[in-house]
């Protein structure tokens, strides 16, 4: 007897519109992205995408960033991670950071393999992420598609948060602030969630 073979699995349709959340230097490619295929998109929440040159002095922090890189060169990530933690402070008051046994469960195994990665980002993804300048004459027409947002806890540092409320002041679209930090979509993923699909409605 011949055995019927199960019916394929329905793919996604190549030209429907998709919906991207970037999250930091990640809000960097979803913002390049919107500006040059805007007909792949229909939204792009951009979470604290740090691109200093749309601050209105960005040399301090393109400093900041360049000394991070040489200092992970020259003493390994952990004192990489101190000068960056010290240089976004900025004065501002600091909890410090969620240790993985802190965290949620299902989040610690993720945080041990970030960590891993941080030689790639501080060594070759900070500096020229950060550097980059966003096509504002592309995203103009398509500014209805974009939402530039940050965490509230990122007020105070200005080359997370400034740059977001920037833009979105360039090209007229609402700013929109998440629950936590830079790093709230790891630290409190439900509450992120929660207020993502909010946004997205």
Known sequence: MERRRPPPARSADPDDEAVVLGCSSGAVVAVDLLARHPGRLRRVVAHEPPLLELLSDPAPHRALFAEVRETLRSAGADAAMTLLGEGLADGAVRQAPAQPTQLPPDIQEMAVRMHANLPVFLGHM??????SVPDLAALQPVADKLVPSAGRDSRRQLPLYGPAARLAEL??????????GHLGAVESPKQFAAHLLTVLE
């Open 126 to 131: 900070l500096v020229p992420f950060s550097s």
């Open 171 to 180: 090209l007229g679209c609402a700013f929109v602030e998440f629950p936590g």
